[in-house]
Every structure is written in C-alpha cells, then in structure tokens.
C-alpha cells in the first residue's frame, strides 16, 4: 500500500503528553510481543455471493468456505467477521446445509463445528450475512472496508461507485475469514449489480449473467492463492482500455472524462512487467494485471492481487506537470513482493512494503537514469531522517501497539534504502539471484525476513548475519563524522570517522574514492568502531577525498570538507548526491566566489533535478533573487532566463519564472506571454503570475484565456489575478470557481477569495462572499478551520471598513458570531 501524508483542512492540532505517560507507553510497547497469528485452521477456498443496497449502504452475502485443520485435530473455528448481521451458518455435506451452533460479538465468529476434522479433512461452512459497514464506529478512515461513494447519486459532478479496501485486516468488514496475512485462499467472488456498471475483482471474468430486474451477475475467478486483505471489488461507471503483456491482459479501469489518457496514466506498465520479471527471474506469477482508479479512495493506492486501486487520475495536461511518477511502479512491484510471497505478519511488513520502495527506485533506473534514481533514494532518507520516532523502531518490528504503526518511514522509506544498501553489496548478479531464490521458495506462500537473509547468503555464499541483525532486527542509522588531515612529510592523506549516534555500533563497508593528480583511486574498507582512523599513501596531496562514494549508505553525517573540495566534488565526482551536497553546501556561502560558481553551473547541470535545486538556492531564505549577492544574481539570471525559456523539465521551467517574477523587469514580458503557449498548468500558471507583477492590466486579459480550462497552480493564480485587479465584471467567475471547487481547491483559494471581496463595488457581491465564508467556517468548524476563517474576515472587514461600507461590516460582525456560536 502507498501511504500519503494527510494534511488537516485548515491547522493542525497538537497533544501534549506528560513525561511519565510516555515513559509508561515505551515499557509497555517493550514488554509487549506480536507473536504470529496461529493457524488452527487454514483457508483454502472462499466463494461469494454478494450484491449491494445503494440505499442503505449494506452488502447482503452469501459465503462458502473451504477449510482444513493446519495440524491438529479441531472441532471448533474462528473467523474475523466485523460489523455483520449474521443469519445462518451451516456446515456442507453431501449438498445439504446443517445448522451449526455459534457466537458472535460483532468482531470474530466463533463456531463449533459437527465434529472433530483431522488435518487431511476439509470441509465447508456456508455463511449468510449482511455487512453494514458505514453503521460501524470508531474507525480509522481506511478500516471500513466497504465503501459507497454517492449511492444515492445526489452529490454533483461525482460519480457513483462501490469499492473495498483490505489492508490490514478490513477485508474481513465485508465478508467473514480469517484476515491474517499467513492464510491464503483461492476464491469465485459473484457480484450482482446493477447491469449499467462495470465491476473488477481480483483474477479472470469467468462469466456474466443478465437479469429481468436490470441487474447482472458478475463472476471472477482468482485460481491461484493469495492473502484475505489483497481481495477486492469495484463498481462503477468505467470505460476499459485494453492493453496486454506477453498473451496476458492488461486493463485500466478510469471514469469516462478520463479514458482518454488511460495510457498516458499505466502506459509503462507493461515495460515494467518486463523489468521485473527480467530482475527477478521470476515472470508476472498472475493471468492479469489491472488498474483501477476511484473516487475518494482512503489510500494513496492498493496492491490487490492482480487488481491495483489508485485514489487519483490525471489529464494529459495535468500529467505534463508531474516528475517522476513511481506509484504505479510501487503497486505492481508488490504482485511479487506482498501477493506471490506476503509477509508471514506485520512485523515482517518490510517483505512487502521495502521492496515496494525498492521497486520504485529500480524502475527509476531503468527507465531515467541514475541520478533520477539517486534524487529518489535521498529524497527518501530525508524523509525518514526528518522524524526522531523512526530512529526508535527496528525494520522488524515485534512491538507495535497497534497494526497501523508499522506502516511508517521505517518500513517504506528505510527499508527500501537498505535493500539498496544490500544489492550495492552483493552486486546486482548476486541481488537478484537471491530475489529468485526467495520468491521461487516461497511462491504462493508467506515469509519472513530470515528467509530472506537465507535466500541471498544461498545466492552470494556469504553470510549476512552482521547486515540483517544490525538493518533489520536493531532501530537507528549510524551518526557519522568525518574529518581529514594531510600530512606532507609522509605524503599519507588520513581520514578520521566517527560513529556518534545512541544505541548500537555499526559494521557498514563503505567505498572511498580519493581523487589525486588528476586520477580518482577506489578503496573499499569496513568501518567497525565507534572512531576509525584510515590512512592513505598517495604522491601529493588529494583535492578531494569522498567517504560513501557510491551515496547508499543509510546516515546522517557532518562531512569536514571545505568550500574548494566540495566545488571539485560538483565538478568531478559523478554521482547525483556528490553534486547535490556540493549545491547545498555553497548555498550557506553565497558571497563566496568558488560557492557563486557551483550555483550558477548546477543551473545547467544535466540533471533536470539539480536544477531546480539550484533555483531554489538562488530563492533559499531572502525575500526574493533581488536580495541575493548581486555578482551571484547577475550571472545567474541569464541561466535562469533560458530555464524559464525552454527548459525541458516542466517544473523547472515554472520555478525559474517565479524567479523572474521577482526582479519585476518588464523586458521579461514577452518571455512570460511565449510560455503561455506551453500546455503545463504549472508553467501558464508562473507566467500569469510574473507578468502580472509586471503588468497588471495585461494578466486580467491573459488570464480570461484560462478560464475555461485551469486547475492547480493555474486556478489559483487566475484568482490572484482577478481578486487584485479583475474588479466586480469577474466575481462571478471567481464565486462560481470557489464554491463549486473541490475542498482542497477551497483551501488555497480562500485568502484570495477574501482579498477579492474587500475590493468588490456591488453590495449583493460583497455579501454573497460573505455569507460562502461564514458557510466555509461552519461546515468545517471541527476540522479547525474556525480561526483561519475568522481571521480572513477580520482581514476583510477592515478592507470595507476603508472603503466605508458599514453595512459589510456589520455582516461580517454577525459571520463571525455565528462562526464562534456553531457547535
């Protein structure tokens, strides 16, 4: 699964703990142990019947479970079944139903079975229920399992759909298992819908049956095992491009407005099956791949087997503004890592969800190159390195409190990098190998992280003790500082690393590359102390000596190199990393000519990444690029003239005109007016905006162009324009666009919403914005969105007050009051 970060509506909300509750947390979570869940029984088939009450929001099903005893004899069984009315369970025998007895407590079915079943002997319970999912409380977003999404059809401009979400443990909130990532299952899921829908479930179309009423049965096969929460069903209003890999189907499912850039969206797809079916040695284990995107989806995207649901879809235009997608990568890596072979449970999620990350940064190799690879790789540290509470929990994680703790930074973002680490170790002949003595091992079964660590000492023939004991089963990185001397007499250049962090002492081999009289010399050493001193007999002394020269290792560091090695390392050392530190470095040194030189040539760096860094720099803690040291500033602005002119990287070429926007010099008009002409959002959006700082009356004429087709950045910007200087003749654009956008659109149009009131002439316009406004406190009043409301109006009533509109005034007093008095 691909976790985002969720951003509160309007603020965020703190909770202060005392000392002693934390430490009462941490010795709890220490003295509590997941074990693994047992297996009393085992799935072996699932067949469903279910069809759906729009109106109600329930699920009637009819279950028929296959099962046997995993060992030992047993008479009784338990399944997770949440939130059901259960109506009739029945053992099967001989085609006839006999009652069995049970009890229930809204959460696990406890049934007791006709008699004792060895572990040779299957038999089949048959289940009849209702899910009733929205009528269940005290949930997370994303454990409901089930979702309607405007059944009723009443919400405007959205469509109406039915889809599930499984992991970790949902699936069972829609039909009754046992939902346990170490059970697998085959399954016949039959969906009877209404006959104008499509439906995707996980495996084939094994047929389809119209009725009289206008409904019609789906049935979908999946033959071949695979885990409870990786089942799934959506309905909807989909169009279906076809696509295919190797004689297998290959299908995306968009809503119609969409369909036409269905292959711009999963295009790759295919490639990538190839990719990694090549790494691994293993082909795409399953008869067919889908893609699903819908509506208000509670997860960045899901890895159902053979079926993955993503939460966003895109215009071609829309895509033109994207960098390096690797979502769908990420998903589709999981049908080998997470559905061939699954986590054996949570606290080996890093079976799943690392090599996920993996496969993201693989793919970015393969098909961009390495430094988009690379800028993916660090962009991934930082994030893990940015949180403390990650540097506490180890990657195999025992002690969870709760299931969704262990889907954090530790297990994607560190556990990715240090499968990295690993395939730089071994070298990627060995890596790979090891990955196809592991998933051919444990195909259709599940796994955990020692089987791993034995697959790649099998494939390597060495033993990784050392590397799994200290990456997987201990918590932090190492905290190093490097430091260097040169000593002239002896001609040995030393080098003095020290390990810094609390906790554990790492072993971490490392590459050093010592570059000196013009050659670069490669030494490989281990680091295994908490100070280790190297020493290096070279001819004269080195302009540069780079500790991780292959960037992989999983650190934070303090590097004592000064300004000149680092403008050598930009101008010499090859990776992405050894430029980007060097970037960031002469960012702290501005005034410096050897720091002015690394800026202004990472502009034109080949690497579209680095770029923008630069651009950024030139930005990075001043007003804008006026305040900037004006040698550096003139010798930049020419590069970042030709970045806002042509560059090929469409987000570089936005930024670099929000850098002109600043300088405000109106020979950089028609520059701005050419890029209106380019189809990114992001781009028309920078140009609007810069020449509208320029030339105001020339962006309200500019902006009327984008009216008809603008999101984003360009729907913002558009208002801007408008709020300063489109007057009254363009609120009923900005009203219409603001109160029929989305809430995420509402949210960065507010301030410019209010802005745009403050200068209206007509009465009924000024009050129509102020009654949305007091509306928008209300309705989102518990979302904390109360005080950034009120402060707007505070803003705005001040606006009316100049302008001497004592009735917008007394409005706005009322507004407030019944903001404040709303429960």
């Not at 088939?45 to 279950?63: A, C, P, S, W």
Request: net charge negative; hydrophobic share 35%.
């Amino acid at each position: 699964m691909k976790t985002y970060l969720t951003i509160l509506i309007f603020g965020l909300a703190f909770l202060a703990i005392a000392d002693s509750s934390l430490a009462q947390q941490n010795n709890a979570l220490l003295n509590r142990y997941r074990e693994s869940p047992p297996r009393i029984n085992d799935l072996i088939h699932t067949k469903l019947n279910v069809q759906f009450d729009f109106k109600k929001r329930y699920l009637y099903g009819k279950e028929w479970i296959t099962l046997k005893p995993h060992f030992h004899t047993t008479d009784s069984l338990s399944l997770d079944a949440k939130g059901m009315d259960i109506h009739t369970i029945a053992i099967q025998s001989n085609g006839k139903l006999y009652p069995l007895k049970f009890t229930y407590d809204s959460l696990s079915l406890n049934i007791r079975l006709d008699k004792p079943y060895s572990g040779s002997e299957k038999y089949t319970i048959y289940i009849d229920y209702t899910a009733k999912p929205n009528e269940r409380k005290g949930l997370r977003n994303n454990e409901k399992s089930l979702y309607f999404i405007n059944p009723d059809g009443t919400e405007e401009n959205k469509p109406t759909q039915i889809w599930t979400e499984g992991e970790p443990e949902s699936s069972s909130g829609w039909f009754p298992t046992i939902d346990k990532p170490n059970q697998k299952t085959t399954a016949e899921i039959n969906m009877t819908v209404p006959a104008k829908y499509v439906t995707l479930s996980n495996g084939r179309l094994a047929g389809q049956n119209k009725h009289s009423d206008g409904t019609r049965t789906d049935t979908w096969k999946m033959e071949l095992p695979n885990a409870p929460y990786l089942f799934m069903m959506a309905v909807g209003d989909f169009k279906i491009y076809k696509d295919q890999w190797r004689g297998k189907e290959v299908n995306y499912y968009l809503e119609p407005k969409y369909a036409p850039y269905a292959k711009d969206l999963f295009g790759d797809v295919p490639e990538a099956m190839s990719f990694f079916s090549e790494i691994t040695g293993v082909d795409y284990p399953w008869n067919k791949y889908a893609a699903i995107v819908v509506r208000d989806y509670v997860s960045g995207a899901m890895e159902n087997t053979t079926a993955n649901v993503f939460g966003s879809q895109s215009t071609r235009r829309e895509l033109l503004d994207q960098y390096y997608s690797t979502g769908i990568e990420h998903e589709l890596f999981h049908q080998w890592f997470g559905d061939y072979v699954t986590c054996e449970s949570w606290s080996n999620l890093t079976l799943n969800e690392s090599f996920a990350d993996l496969g993201e940064i693989l793919w970015l190799e393969h098909k961009y190159g390495k430094d988009a690879a690379d800028e993916h790789l660090y962009s991934g540290l930082r994030g893990y390195l940015e949180n403390p509470e990650n540097f506490k929990t180890p990657l195999v994680n025992f002690h969870y409190e709760a299931i969704h703790n262990v889907f954090n930074g530790v297990t994607y973002q560190k556990g990715g990098r240090i499968l990295n680490m690993l395939r730089n170790y071994l070298g990627n002949e060995a890596f790979y190998k090891g990955l196809n003595i592991y998933l051919t091992a444990n195909a259709f079964k599940s796994a955990e992280a020692q089987q791993l660590r034995l697959a790649m000492e099998e494939a390597s023939g060495l033993d990784l003790n050392w590397f799994f004991e200290q990456w997987y089963y201990q918590a932090g990185h190492p905290v190093l500082d490097i430091s260097y001397r040169w000593d002239e007499l002896s001609k040995t250049e030393t080098v003095y690393i020290s390990q810094k962090q609390d906790g554990q002492l790492f072993k971490l081999p490392i590459a050093i590359d010592v570059y000196h009289s013009g050659t670069v010399e490669r030494h490989k050493v281990w680091i295994n102390s908490w100070n280790d001193t190297l020493s290096f007999k070279i001819s004269a002394k080195p302009e540069l000596v780079n500790v991780d020269a292959d960037k992989v290792l999983v650190v934070s560091k303090t590097d004592h190199k000064s300004l000149d090695e680092y403008a050598f390392q930009y101008a010499h050392a090859p990776l992405y990393l050894d430029r980007y530190e060097a970037i960031d470095f002469a960012s702290k040194s501005q005034d410096d000519k050897s720091a002015q030189k690394i800026i202004v040539d990472a502009l034109t760096d080949r690497f579209s990444g680095l770029r923008l860094k630069a651009l950024q720099v030139l930005n990075m803690n001043k007003e804008d690029i006026r305040n900037i040291n004006p040698d550096l500033r003139n010798a930049a602005l020419p590069a970042v003239a030709k970045l806002a002119g042509n560059d090929e990287n469409n987000q570089v070429r936005a930024y670099a005109l929000r850098t002109l926007a600043a300088v405000k010099d109106p020979k950089y008009a028609d520059l701005f007016i050419k890029a209106f002409m380019n189809q990114s959002y992001q781009v028309e959006a920078s140009a609007l905006y810069a020449l509208n700082e320029i030339d105001p009356v020339a962006a309200v004429k500019y902006a009327a162009g984008f009216e008809a087709d603008n999101t984003g950045d360009l729907t913002q910007v558009v208002a801007r324009v408008y709020a300063t200087n489109g007057g009254d003749e363009k609120w009923p654009y900005v009203y219409h666009r603001y109160v029929n956008g989305t809430l995420q659109e509402q949210i960065h149009l507010t301030e410019k919403f209010s802005v745009m009131i403050g200068n209206l002439k007509k009465t009924e316009y000024v009050q129509q914005g102020i009654a949305e406004l007091q509306y928008m406190g209300i309705k989102y009043k518990k979302d904390g969105a109360a005080p950034y409301i009120i402060k707007y109006l505070n803003t705005l009533k001040e606006a009316r007050n100049k302008l001497n509109d004592a009735a917008a005034v007394k409005n706005i007093t009322t507004a407030i009051e019944q903001i404040n008095d709303a429960k």
